[in-house]
């Protein structure tokens, strides 16, 4: 079964900030397969970015993800107070699904 | 709009059974697989088990399968998730999920389940 390791946990940022958040496969992930979620406190997650770079509709283009292989990185270009969140990343397989732990973005 | 609303959830004691079902509104319920995708209190998200679109294939996780069924009607736009032998560890908020593609786009706003003696 294929881990997501997520880095850091926490990440301390001021609004304004640029934030990177790191997901790493123990196994080579397919692109089409990566997803970003962010959730804030008392509800369900929201999809933010799916196929590794492609934003869902409504999302902001300060929201931006990359990478390949085993590493995956989501990109918050200027925070902005609604987007201190935890955001998991998540890789489809055939027959089972995986989150990673989570990086809570907090306000410095 | 598009939604899905869980019910079901609530107090149950170990060794128990409990039934959650979830309600899809405004999208063609029977060309979607669905998932459930549970959060135990204060921590991440755990992938619980799926049904493909025509409801021919369930897949299940290690931690639930031979406990946990996941059915649906696609008469009634419904998606159910028959829980057995329920544990304390299944403490949970349970997420109903629509997927498209291979990502999780609509999520219900879930229906707590607590295991307790």
């Known amino acids: 079964e294929i881990v997501l390791t997520q880095s850091p946990g926490t990440l301390s940022l001021s609004p304004g900030e640029r934030a990177t958040l790191s997901c790493r496969a123990s196994q080579s992930v397919g692109s089409t397969f990566l997803a970003w979620y962010q959730q804030k406190p008392g509800q369900a997650p929201r999809l933010l970015i799916y196929g590794t770079s492609s934003r869902a509709p409504g999302i902001p283009d300060r929201f931006s993800g990359s990478g390949s292989g085993t590493d995956f990185t989501l990109t918050i270009t200027r925070l902005e107070p609604e987007d201190f969140a935890v955001y998991y990343c998540q890789r489809s397989g055939r027959s089972s699904w995986t989150f990673g732990q989570g990086t809570k973005v907090e306000i410095k | 709009q598009v939604e899905l609303v869980e019910s079901g959830g609530g107090v149950v004691q170990p060794g128990r059974s409990l039934r959650l079902s979830c309600r899809a509104s405004?999208?063609?319920?029977?060309?979607?697989?669905m998932h459930w995708v549970r959060q135990a209190p204060g921590q991440g998200l755990e992938w619980v088990a799926n049904?493909?679109?025509?409801?021919?294939?369930?897949n299940y996780a290690d931690s639930v399968k031979g406990r946990f069924s996941v059915s649906r009607d696609n008469s009634k736009n419904t998606l159910d998730l028959q829980m057995d032998s329920l544990r304390v560890d299944d403490t949970a908020v349970y997420y109903c999920?629509?997927?498209?593609?291979?990502?999780?786009?609509?999520w219900g706003r879930g229906t707590l389940v607590i295991v307790s003696s």
């Open positions: 405004d999208f063609n319920f029977k060309t979607y697989g």
């Open positions: 999920v629509r997927a498209t593609g291979y990502h999780f786009d609509i």
């Open positions: 049904i493909w679109y025509d409801g021919n294939t369930q």
